[in-house]
Nanobody
């Protein structure tokens, strides 16, 4: 069992920035790590992933505004979010897995609220 702990969420004004962190012991052993988000009544959606390559992939809404990175030495995954919009308000979750079709392991989430 892998325990992931997200942090860095909070309340920010439109146009502001936040940096999310995910403490993920042993992430060196996982090929794909990523961030997802969810709002009430909606399915969890992909924000960004980064492989061990590293190769990054972003959802359309995240391109140009968000940056995912991983520090295997520190066992930490980051999500730098800039130019935040009210529609970015959600609970953000980190995820680690070996292959794309695996569900992997999830953290408990961190709330991001962007005020207009």
């Amino acid at each position: 069992q892998v325990q992931l702990v997200e942090s860095g969420g909070g309340l920010v004004q439109t146009g502001g920035s936040l940096r999310l962190s995910c403490a993920a012991p042993g992430i060196r052993g996982f090929n794909i790590v990523g961030w997802y988000r969810q709002t009430p009544g909606r399915q969890r959606e992909l924000v960004a992933t980064i492989t061990s390559g590293p190769t990054t992939s972003y959802a359309g809404f995240a391109k140009g505004r968000f940056t995912i990175s991983r520090d295997n030495a520190k066992n930490t995954i980051y999500l730098q979010m800039n130019s935040l919009k009210p529609e970015d308000t959600a609970v953000y979750y980190c995820n680690v897995k070996d292959v794309s079709w695996d569900s992997g392991y999830w953290g408990q989430g961190t709330q991001v609220t962007v005020s207009s």
